[in-house]
């Protein structure tokens, strides 16, 4: 599967938790790749977004920093609104949700305050986001895309959730077991993982396709400086899937190569 080429075709893009990460290099491969869909908006918490973010949009004109802190429901109403502005009657083809959290925590040192946190970052602002975009979403979807009205993929509009292998349930189990025993994180990405699958049943009567991707384990804040992949890299790959997504990929649990994994 590869088809980053294809965001060419695609008229915008949102990515949240765009201020450093994966999040940060999404907007950056995005507009430096040759490929550019026509907007970029590159979401971040604080609308005093990092100097990297700042640099590339000064670059690119067609990057568009908006504020949204994604656990307030004020703050994604606002951005909903600001986005409808500058997206008018095109609507929004591609929104990615990526910002999350990792809330470390075993057995004996989890706390509710820590799953809740974790919950709400990973698994229930994706929804929110999702159902305050979706009047853009429907906007983009009903104009069709290139392969005709049953069409899917991010010509038309689709929604892309970061989730991560340590939320699958099925490999958590016999010698994966011993390690990464977080309950908060891992939780949150298996609720994503079915918020996600849920939200694509709903979506799919408005040809807006949905997917959960694991970026690979990689060299951010998050990832920590051990992980064999570079941001770069990993993006590269994510983008080339995200390109080539269509209407069979629709509602699965996907590796960041391509590959589907088990739940
Ligand atoms: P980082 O910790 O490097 O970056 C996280 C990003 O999310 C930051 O931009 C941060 O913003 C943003 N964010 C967090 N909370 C909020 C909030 N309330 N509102 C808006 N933005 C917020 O993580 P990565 O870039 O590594 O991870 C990106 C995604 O990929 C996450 O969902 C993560 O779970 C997933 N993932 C990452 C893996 C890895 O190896 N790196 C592996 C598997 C999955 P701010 O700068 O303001 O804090």
Redesign the pocket.
């Known amino acids: 599967m590869s088809g980053a080429g294809n965001f060419k075709n695609c008229g915008s893009v949102l990515v949240?938790?765009?201020?450093?990460?994966?999040?940060?290099q999404i907007v950056d491969s995005l507009a430096t790749g040759g490929f550019s869909p026509g907007t970029i908006i590159a979401?971040?918490?604080?609308a005093d977004s990092?100097q990297k973010l700042q640099e590339l949009a000064a670059k690119y004109p067609n990057i568009h920093i908006i504020s949204?802190?994604?656990?307030s429901q004020q703050s994604i109403d606002q951005c909903v609104e600001e986005v409808g502005k500058l997206l008018q009657d095109e609507g929004l083809n591609c929104l990615i949700n990526?910002?999350?959290?990792?809330m470390l925590g075993d057995f004996n040192t989890v706390t509710a305050e820590k799953m809740i946190e974790n919950f709400h970052?990973?698994a229930v602002?994706p929804l929110m986001i999702t159902k305050a975009f979706l009047p853009l979403l429907k906007k983009a979807a009903s104009r069709g895309g290139a392969g005709g009205p049953r069409s899917m993929g991010i010509q038309r509009a689709a929604v892309i959730n970061?989730?991560?292998?340590?939320g699958s349930v099925e490999l958590n189990w016999g010698e994966r077991a011993d390690t990464f025993k977080w309950y908060p994180y891992r939780t949150s990405?298996s609720a994503l993982n079915m918020v996600g699958r849920c939200m694509a049943v709903d979506l799919e009567p408005d040809g807006i396709l949905c997917i959960m991707i694991?970026?690979?384990?990689?060299r951010?804040?998050?990832?920590g400086s051990e992980?064999p992949l570079s941001a770069e890299e990993s993006v590269s790959s994510i983008l080339s899937v995200i390109g080539g997504l269509t209407e069979k990929d629709h509602g699965s649990f996907l590796n960041f190569t391509g590959e589907v994994l088990p739940w």
């Open positions: 949240t938790g765009a201020n450093r990460g994966l999040g940060l979401t971040a918490r604080s990092s949204l802190d994604v656990v990526n910002a999350g959290i990792k970052t990973n602002a970061m989730s991560s292998l340590l990405k694991h970026p690979g384990w990689v951010t804040d998050m990832g992980a």
